[in-house]
Protein backbone atom coordinates (compact mmCIF):
# COMPACT_ATOMS: atom_id res chain seq x y z
CA UNK A 1 0.00 0.00 0.00
CA UNK A 2 1.35 3.68 -0.45
CA UNK A 3 1.35 5.71 2.13
CA UNK A 4 -1.51 7.57 1.72
CA UNK A 5 -3.32 4.21 1.62
CA UNK A 6 -1.51 3.56 5.37
CA UNK A 7 -2.60 7.25 6.68
CA UNK A 8 -6.35 6.64 5.30
CA UNK A 9 -6.45 3.55 6.84
CA UNK A 10 -5.16 4.86 9.74
CA UNK A 11 -7.66 7.53 10.61
CA UNK A 12 -10.09 4.96 9.58
CA UNK A 13 -9.02 2.48 11.91
CA UNK A 14 -8.67 5.36 14.61
CA UNK A 15 -11.86 6.82 13.96
CA UNK A 16 -14.61 4.13 13.91
CA UNK A 17 -12.77 1.70 16.17
CA UNK A 18 -12.52 -1.51 13.55
CA UNK A 19 -10.17 -3.64 13.08
CA UNK A 20 -7.06 -3.23 11.11
CA UNK A 21 -7.86 -6.34 8.68
CA UNK A 22 -11.42 -4.84 8.06
CA UNK A 23 -10.44 -1.75 6.21
CA UNK A 24 -9.65 -3.05 2.37
CA UNK A 25 -10.06 -0.84 -0.46
CA UNK A 26 -13.54 -2.07 -1.43
CA UNK A 27 -15.20 -1.66 2.30
CA UNK A 28 -17.82 0.77 2.04
CA UNK A 29 -17.45 3.00 5.18
CA UNK A 30 -21.41 2.49 6.04
CA UNK A 31 -22.00 -0.87 5.18
CA UNK A 32 -18.94 -2.89 6.32
CA UNK A 33 -17.27 -0.22 8.59
CA UNK A 34 -20.45 0.35 10.55
CA UNK A 35 -20.14 4.30 10.50
CA UNK A 36 -23.33 6.36 10.60
CA UNK A 37 -23.74 9.61 8.19
CA UNK A 38 -22.07 11.84 10.62
CA UNK A 39 -19.18 9.46 11.04
CA UNK A 40 -18.55 9.74 7.24
CA UNK A 41 -18.70 13.67 7.66
CA UNK A 42 -15.53 13.28 10.33
CA UNK A 43 -14.12 11.15 8.64
CA UNK A 44 -13.91 13.80 5.52
CA UNK A 45 -13.09 16.39 8.20
CA UNK A 46 -10.12 14.14 9.17
CA UNK A 47 -8.95 13.40 5.57
CA UNK A 48 -9.18 17.57 4.95
CA UNK A 49 -6.79 18.25 7.94
CA UNK A 50 -4.10 15.28 7.74
CA UNK A 51 -3.54 15.79 3.70
CA UNK A 52 -3.99 19.87 3.75
CA UNK A 53 -6.44 19.61 1.45
CA UNK A 54 -10.36 20.55 0.70
CA UNK A 55 -13.06 18.12 -0.11
CA UNK A 56 -16.21 19.73 -1.62
CA UNK A 57 -19.38 18.29 -0.54
CA UNK A 58 -20.60 17.27 -3.81
CA UNK A 59 -16.71 15.10 -3.93
CA UNK A 60 -17.58 13.75 -0.45
CA UNK A 61 -20.62 12.43 -1.34
CA UNK A 62 -18.88 10.02 -3.72
CA UNK A 63 -16.73 8.76 -1.01
CA UNK A 64 -18.06 5.64 -0.20
CA UNK A 65 -15.17 3.59 0.14
CA UNK A 66 -11.56 3.23 1.83
CA UNK A 67 -10.67 3.08 -1.98
CA UNK A 68 -12.39 6.35 -3.21
CA UNK A 69 -10.93 8.02 0.02
CA UNK A 70 -7.53 7.07 -1.54
CA UNK A 71 -8.17 7.60 -4.85
CA UNK A 72 -9.71 11.18 -4.28
CA UNK A 73 -7.05 12.19 -2.23
CA UNK A 74 -4.03 10.94 -4.74
CA UNK A 75 -5.63 13.28 -6.61
CA UNK A 76 -5.79 16.15 -4.56
CA UNK A 77 -2.56 16.14 -3.08
CA UNK B 1 -21.61 26.50 41.78
CA UNK B 2 -21.14 26.46 37.61
CA UNK B 3 -17.64 26.76 36.18
CA UNK B 4 -17.02 27.19 32.69
CA UNK B 5 -13.00 28.23 32.96
CA UNK B 6 -11.27 27.39 29.46
CA UNK B 7 -14.57 27.30 27.65
CA UNK B 8 -14.91 30.65 25.04
CA UNK B 9 -18.51 31.47 24.25
CA UNK B 10 -19.60 33.79 21.52
CA UNK B 11 -22.77 35.69 22.33
CA UNK B 12 -24.68 37.31 19.89
CA UNK B 13 -26.97 40.28 20.39
CA UNK B 14 -24.51 41.44 23.08
CA UNK B 15 -24.92 44.93 23.06
CA UNK B 16 -29.27 44.64 24.17
CA UNK B 17 -30.03 43.93 27.50
CA UNK B 18 -30.64 40.12 27.52
CA UNK B 19 -27.57 39.55 25.27
CA UNK B 20 -25.14 41.85 27.72
CA UNK B 21 -26.38 39.80 30.80
CA UNK B 22 -25.85 36.43 29.49
CA UNK B 23 -22.32 37.06 28.46
CA UNK B 24 -21.84 38.40 31.76
CA UNK B 25 -23.37 35.25 33.41
CA UNK B 26 -20.64 33.34 31.03
CA UNK B 27 -18.00 35.53 32.05
CA UNK B 28 -18.66 35.51 35.62
CA UNK B 29 -18.77 31.33 35.66
CA UNK B 30 -15.00 31.88 33.88
CA UNK B 31 -16.12 31.89 30.33
CA UNK B 32 -13.84 33.40 27.74
CA UNK B 33 -16.19 35.65 25.92
CA UNK B 34 -16.78 37.49 22.41
CA UNK B 35 -19.38 40.04 22.22
CA UNK B 36 -21.35 40.81 19.01
CA UNK B 37 -23.84 42.63 18.07
CA UNK B 38 -24.67 45.93 15.50
CA UNK B 39 -23.47 48.61 18.04
CA UNK B 40 -19.68 48.88 18.90
CA UNK B 41 -20.07 51.46 21.57
CA UNK B 42 -22.23 49.55 24.02
CA UNK B 43 -20.22 46.27 23.01
CA UNK B 44 -16.93 48.26 24.28
CA UNK B 45 -18.66 49.40 27.10
CA UNK B 46 -19.12 45.92 27.77
CA UNK B 47 -15.76 44.34 27.40
CA UNK B 48 -14.26 47.03 29.32
CA UNK B 49 -16.20 46.35 32.49
CA UNK B 50 -15.66 42.74 32.32
CA UNK B 51 -11.90 43.18 32.04
CA UNK B 52 -9.54 40.45 31.03
CA UNK B 53 -11.67 37.36 28.66
CA UNK B 54 -13.39 39.62 26.54
CA UNK B 55 -12.98 40.20 23.03
CA UNK B 56 -15.29 42.51 20.98
CA UNK B 57 -16.56 41.20 17.37
CA UNK B 58 -19.23 43.55 15.82
CA UNK B 59 -21.45 41.73 13.25
CA UNK B 60 -24.49 42.85 11.32
CA UNK B 61 -26.13 39.76 10.69
CA UNK B 62 -28.51 40.99 8.33
CA UNK B 63 -25.16 40.95 5.93
CA UNK B 64 -24.03 37.54 4.76
CA UNK B 65 -20.66 38.51 4.74
CA UNK B 66 -20.63 39.54 8.29
CA UNK B 67 -22.57 36.09 9.56
CA UNK B 68 -19.86 34.26 7.40
CA UNK B 69 -16.95 35.84 9.00
CA UNK B 70 -17.94 35.98 12.81
CA UNK B 71 -16.82 32.77 13.58
CA UNK B 72 -14.24 33.11 12.38
CA UNK B 73 -13.57 36.24 14.01
CA UNK B 74 -14.64 34.50 17.25
CA UNK B 75 -12.29 31.79 17.40
CA UNK B 76 -9.36 33.72 16.16
CA UNK B 77 -10.02 36.10 19.21
CA UNK B 78 -10.65 33.60 21.47
CA UNK B 79 -8.56 30.13 20.06
CA UNK B 80 -12.34 28.18 19.53
CA UNK B 81 -15.58 28.45 20.04
CA UNK B 82 -17.00 26.03 22.26
CA UNK B 83 -20.34 27.77 23.65
CA UNK B 84 -22.74 29.82 21.02
CA UNK B 85 -25.50 32.00 22.37
CA UNK B 86 -27.70 33.31 19.36
CA UNK B 87 -29.24 36.08 20.80
CA UNK B 88 -29.61 38.72 18.20
CA UNK B 89 -32.82 39.03 16.79
CA UNK B 90 -34.64 41.81 15.31
CA UNK B 91 -38.71 42.75 15.18
CA UNK B 92 -40.72 44.14 12.33
CA UNK B 93 -43.91 44.36 13.58
CA UNK B 94 -47.48 44.79 11.23
CA UNK B 95 -50.45 43.17 11.05
CA UNK B 96 -50.27 40.28 8.95
CA UNK B 97 -52.38 42.13 6.04
CA UNK B 98 -49.90 44.84 5.85
CA UNK B 99 -46.72 43.38 6.47
CA UNK B 100 -44.42 43.34 3.50
CA UNK B 101 -42.66 40.78 1.82
CA UNK B 102 -39.39 43.04 2.84
CA UNK B 103 -40.28 42.76 6.97
CA UNK B 104 -41.07 39.23 6.74
CA UNK B 105 -37.68 38.51 5.19
CA UNK B 106 -35.51 40.68 7.45
CA UNK B 107 -37.00 39.19 10.09
CA UNK B 108 -36.74 35.22 9.07
CA UNK B 109 -32.91 36.05 7.83
CA UNK B 110 -31.91 37.36 11.07
CA UNK B 111 -33.46 35.40 13.32
CA UNK B 112 -33.78 32.03 12.00
CA UNK B 113 -31.45 32.05 8.87
CA UNK B 114 -28.04 33.60 10.73
CA UNK B 115 -28.88 31.30 13.29
CA UNK B 116 -28.39 28.17 11.01
CA UNK B 117 -25.24 29.74 9.46
CA UNK B 118 -23.59 30.52 12.42
CA UNK B 119 -24.39 27.16 14.34
CA UNK B 120 -23.60 25.20 11.45
CA UNK B 121 -20.07 26.85 11.03
CA UNK B 122 -19.05 25.98 14.76
CA UNK B 123 -20.53 22.56 14.66
CA UNK B 124 -17.16 21.45 13.10
CA UNK B 125 -14.77 22.34 16.42
CA UNK B 126 -17.57 21.55 18.38
CA UNK B 127 -17.44 17.78 16.99
CA UNK B 128 -13.83 17.46 16.96
CA UNK B 129 -13.65 18.80 20.67
CA UNK B 130 -16.97 16.46 21.24
CA UNK B 131 -18.13 18.98 23.42
CA UNK B 132 -20.40 21.40 22.45
CA UNK B 133 -23.14 23.77 23.54
CA UNK B 134 -25.60 25.91 21.10
CA UNK B 135 -28.30 28.18 23.11
CA UNK B 136 -31.13 29.91 21.07
CA UNK B 137 -32.85 32.49 22.46
CA UNK B 138 -36.28 31.90 21.23
CA UNK B 139 -39.40 33.80 22.58
CA UNK B 140 -42.96 32.71 24.27
CA UNK B 141 -44.43 33.93 21.84
CA UNK B 142 -43.12 31.04 19.13
CA UNK B 143 -45.11 29.34 21.29
CA UNK B 144 -48.31 30.98 21.56
CA UNK B 145 -48.81 33.47 18.64
CA UNK B 146 -48.78 37.25 19.12
CA UNK B 147 -50.72 39.84 16.96
CA UNK B 148 -48.53 41.83 14.69
CA UNK B 149 -45.56 39.45 15.17
CA UNK B 150 -46.68 36.95 12.66
CA UNK B 151 -43.22 36.92 11.24
CA UNK B 152 -41.04 37.00 14.66
CA UNK B 153 -43.39 33.80 15.89
CA UNK B 154 -42.53 32.50 13.03
CA UNK B 155 -39.00 32.79 12.95
CA UNK B 156 -38.72 32.04 16.86
CA UNK B 157 -41.09 28.70 16.00
CA UNK B 158 -38.29 27.52 13.72
CA UNK B 159 -35.70 27.71 15.89
CA UNK B 160 -37.09 25.37 18.35
CA UNK B 161 -37.82 23.07 15.13
CA UNK B 162 -34.35 23.80 14.12
CA UNK B 163 -32.63 23.41 17.36
CA UNK B 164 -34.52 19.38 17.98
CA UNK B 165 -33.34 18.60 14.20
CA UNK B 166 -29.48 19.45 15.20
CA UNK B 167 -29.95 18.55 18.54
CA UNK B 168 -30.35 14.65 17.33
CA UNK B 169 -27.78 15.09 14.42
CA UNK B 170 -25.14 15.59 17.18
CA UNK B 171 -25.63 14.45 20.65
CA UNK B 172 -23.72 11.49 20.14
CA UNK B 173 -20.52 13.70 19.92
CA UNK B 174 -21.08 15.67 23.36
CA UNK B 175 -22.99 19.11 21.86
CA UNK B 176 -26.32 19.70 22.93
CA UNK B 177 -28.71 22.12 21.65
CA UNK B 178 -31.69 23.82 23.16
CA UNK B 179 -33.58 26.82 23.55
CA UNK B 180 -34.24 29.26 25.94
CA UNK B 181 -38.37 31.17 25.15
CA UNK B 182 -38.48 34.59 27.44
CA UNK B 183 -41.62 35.71 28.46
CA UNK B 184 -41.89 39.68 29.05
CA UNK B 185 -38.46 40.81 30.00
CA UNK B 186 -37.61 44.67 31.31
CA UNK B 187 -35.29 45.76 28.50
CA UNK B 188 -34.91 49.29 26.51
CA UNK B 189 -37.95 47.31 23.92
CA UNK B 190 -40.37 46.96 27.05
CA UNK B 191 -39.62 50.55 28.67
CA UNK B 192 -41.24 52.21 25.83
CA UNK B 193 -44.61 50.57 26.84
CA UNK B 194 -46.88 52.63 28.88
CA UNK B 195 -48.71 52.02 32.47
CA UNK B 196 -51.96 50.97 31.03
CA UNK B 197 -49.71 48.36 28.78
CA UNK B 198 -47.30 47.19 31.41
CA UNK B 199 -50.52 46.36 33.82
CA UNK B 200 -52.35 44.61 31.50
CA UNK B 201 -49.19 42.91 30.65
CA UNK B 202 -48.48 42.24 34.33
CA UNK B 203 -52.56 40.60 34.92
CA UNK B 204 -51.40 37.68 32.73
CA UNK B 205 -48.14 36.98 34.25
CA UNK B 206 -48.85 34.71 37.89
CA UNK B 207 -45.51 35.75 39.43
CA UNK B 208 -46.47 39.27 39.20
CA UNK B 209 -43.42 40.84 38.02
CA UNK B 210 -41.76 41.05 34.33
CA UNK B 211 -38.64 38.93 34.33
CA UNK B 212 -34.82 40.19 34.16
CA UNK B 213 -32.42 40.04 31.33
CA UNK B 214 -30.48 38.19 34.75
CA UNK B 215 -33.42 35.87 34.37
CA UNK B 216 -32.59 34.92 31.11
CA UNK B 217 -28.63 34.76 31.77
CA UNK B 218 -29.47 31.88 34.46
CA UNK B 219 -31.52 29.77 32.22
CA UNK B 220 -28.53 30.23 29.64
CA UNK B 221 -25.69 29.75 32.15
CA UNK B 222 -26.95 26.12 33.08
CA UNK B 223 -27.74 24.95 29.28
CA UNK B 224 -23.79 26.06 28.60
CA UNK B 225 -22.88 23.96 31.10
CA UNK B 226 -21.64 20.56 31.84
CA UNK B 227 -24.53 20.30 34.49
CA UNK B 228 -27.04 19.99 31.69
CA UNK B 229 -25.31 17.32 29.57
CA UNK B 230 -28.19 15.32 29.45
CA UNK B 231 -30.31 18.16 28.46
CA UNK B 232 -30.64 18.45 24.63
CA UNK B 233 -33.60 19.65 21.94
CA UNK B 234 -35.64 21.24 25.09
CA UNK B 235 -36.63 24.53 25.11
CA UNK B 236 -36.61 26.25 29.02
CA UNK B 237 -39.56 28.71 28.79
CA UNK B 238 -38.50 31.44 31.12
CA UNK B 239 -42.05 34.01 31.50
CA UNK B 240 -42.97 34.00 34.96
CA UNK B 241 -45.70 31.03 34.55
CA UNK B 242 -47.43 33.23 31.69
CA UNK B 243 -47.46 30.05 28.88
CA UNK B 244 -47.35 26.56 30.95
CA UNK B 245 -46.13 24.69 28.06
Sequence with gaps: MSDIADRVKKIVVEHLGVDEEKVVESASFIDDLGADSLDTVELVMAFEEEFGIEIPDDAAETIQTVGDAVKFINGAV | MIDLTGKNALVTGASGGIGGAIAEALHAAGAAVALSGTREAPLNELAGKLGERAHVVPANLADPEAVAALPKAAAEAMGSVDILVNNAGITRDNLFMRMSDEEWDQVLDVNLGSV??????VLRGMMKARWGRIVNITSVVGTTGNPGQGNYAAAKAGLVGMSKSLASEVASRGITVNCVAPGFIETAMTDKLNDDQKSRI?????????GTPADIAAAVLYLASPASGYVTGATLHVNGGMAMV
Design chain 2, 116 to 121: FRLSRA
Design chain 2, 202 to 210: LGQIPTGRM
